[in-house]
Each structure stands twice: as C-alpha cells, then as structure tokens.
C-alpha cells in the first residue's frame, strides 16, 4: 500500500510563494509518472501538475509560467514550486500518481491546505 505524504501548504499573500512536498513510501517511486493535484471547495479534484518518470513535465493552463514540478527520486519526494500565487489557487492539495488512484496508488493523503489571501 502506498502511503502519501503532502507538506509545505499555508497561507500566503497574492503573488507569494510556496513549495509542496510529497514522500512516497510503499512502492518503487521511480518508476511512475506522479502529479499534483487541487480541489477548492465545491470542486472536483483537479490535475495541475505532472512529472513523468524521465522527468517530462505538463501542466495545467491555470498554472503554466507559475508552478514548477520536480521530483528527488532519491528521496522518494516530489515538489511545486507555486510562484504568483492569487486567491483561484486556494485549494487543498495532494499527490499520487498520473493517472491517480490505480492499482496501489488507491488511496490519497491528507493532502495540504493552500490559502491565497490578503
């Protein structure tokens, strides 16, 4: 069973920054593609961010040019970086892998909470 981790949420003024982290445990990290998710209130849970396991990245268009994903495979960790924050990115946020929810990736973390404000 895969266990996740998420860290780094809090909150921050428009246009500040964050940076995300999310352990892995419970299974070979290197070899998935992994992502980063959202789900504001009211939402449904959304992609934003994902990283393949030779490092190819994609994002979502809300965040393209702000949100940088990296991934340590040494550490079995993957980061975003979230520049240019504003109050659409308040959300909580979580990881697992891309595609979500498959196979040992069936479950999701506690996530952690971003909130955008003044």
């Known amino acids: 069973q895969v266990q996740l981790v998420e860290s780094g949420g809090g909150l921050v003024q428009p246009g500040g920054s964050l940076r995300l982290s999310c352990v892995v445990s419970?299974?070979?990290?290197?070899?998935?593609?992994m992502g980063w998710y959202r789900q504001a209130p009211g939402k449904q849970r959304e992609l934003v961010a994902g990283i393949t396991s030779g490092g190819s990245t994609n994002y979502a268009d809300s965040v393209k040019g702000r949100f940088t994903v990296s991934r340590d495979n040494a550490k079995n960790t993957v980061y975003l970086q979230m520049n240019s924050l504003n109050a659409e990115d308040t959300a909580v946020y979580y990881c697992n892998a891309d595609p979500p929810g498959l196979g040992p990736w069936d479950s999701w973390g506690q996530g952690t909470q971003v909130t955008v404000s003044s």
């Open positions: 419970g299974t070979i990290f290197s070899l998935y593609a």
